[in-house]
């Protein structure tokens, strides 16, 4: 199918001709920014994988595509994930360089064979008994900030609830210490616009400061930990497999995994449930079939994930001249893989673009990569969105979105999730009695 050419010497490095449509990609704004899946829908049928002039990246639509990407780490390397998509400014440099931040490879970005080596020794924490026994701790917590907002009628659910708690939760599987958790809080949201966003020059300075004392922060962390010998959490047993394998940990890693760890852990489960409460209340039939048979909420977390993931885009740079879809991508090219678009894929999900909660292959969705690279926490979050969407389907039935809202999200490549949801509900109608006003 031939595609309308952008104007004339537009071409990409390999020196073909760039297409009107991969010219006008913008993702930092307009439909992508909308819904990143639908506004790639022309390209997943007439030009799968197409070269942005505006990121200098080719970004890569089809689900097939991608999953051979992160099939193939010896020929797509990680190492460019954790970039900064914008180049940063040299006051901001200056100003990360005053707090010696020092970057280095983490669990996402390594290439192998150490990437393997250091995951299966940091691994125990994540495996599924372990994460188990912190249900009912996630629980107790969901439920008391529900106790907040149960009586008012009227509540902001990422504010009031989702931006705390996988906070909370996160910092206690890390092991961060109780006193600490407020001020992690604050600075883990700094890391996504730092990293996967446009920020101008004033904003890149404001970021980098938070950055640089969040880096700061971090390492002190680890310090305090290492001098707490009872201390337990993914970044104990981090210490702890350092001791044992100093050739493989150093003290700058400790520092990446928990400045890393914190943003992985808290902000992809928040943007994630917030995306599923949207759809499920816009789809109003799901979650009435929810709130009647909780069963069915595990199936309702694999299709809030296929269909509004948290995770919308990774990165990958091409180690050798190499082919995605038929289109030649030169050594050090850098890809886009927008897993959002995969998990729209027509010849993968039947009637991709509607909402299905007993979809038989949801769980087939890219949203936690696959492969080697397979996102560490991708049990705690699944475990996590189940017990939100339980608790609060079963304490607040007939809550239902405020009409007329309008939701924002953070604009950036990679990481999806509503800044706002508004809900309502009449606290005389509430099930529970003793939650009634």
Known sequence: MTVDQAPRGVTSPTG???????????????????????????????????????LDYWVVTRYEDIKQIFKNPEVFSPRITLDQITPISDEALQILGSYEFAPGPTIVNEDEPIHTQRRRLLMEPFEADNVATFEPKIRQVVNAYLDRVVKTGRADLVDDLLYEVPCIVALIFLGVPDEDIETCRHFGMQQTLFTWGRPDGEEQVRVATGMGK?????????????????AKGWIPHAIEMQRRHPDLFDDNYLQNIMMSGVVAAHETTTNATGNAFRTLLENRSAWK??????????????????????????????????????VDIPADGRLLIVTASANRDDDIFPEPDEFDIHRGNARRHLTFGIGSHTCLGATLARLEMKIFLEETSRRLPHMSLVPGQEFTYLPNTSFRGPEHVLVEWDPQQNPVPADRP
């Open 289 to 326: 079939q929810i709130c009647a048979d909780p069963t069915l909420v595990p199936k309702a977390v694999e299709e809030c994930l296929r269909y509004s993931g948290s995770v919308v885009a990774w990165r990958r740079m091409a180690v050798t001249d190499t082919t995605v879809g038929g």
């Open 16 to 54: 073909c001709p760039v297409s009107r449509m991969a010219a006008g990609f913008d993702p930092f704004q307009g439909s992508y920014q909308v819904d990143p899946s639908s506004s790639l829908r022309q390209a997943r049928a007439e030009e799968p994988v197409f070269y942005s002039p505006l």
């Open 214 to 230: 969040f880096w700061r922060f971090a390492g002190g962390l680890v310090e305090k930990l290492k001098a707490d010998p009872d």
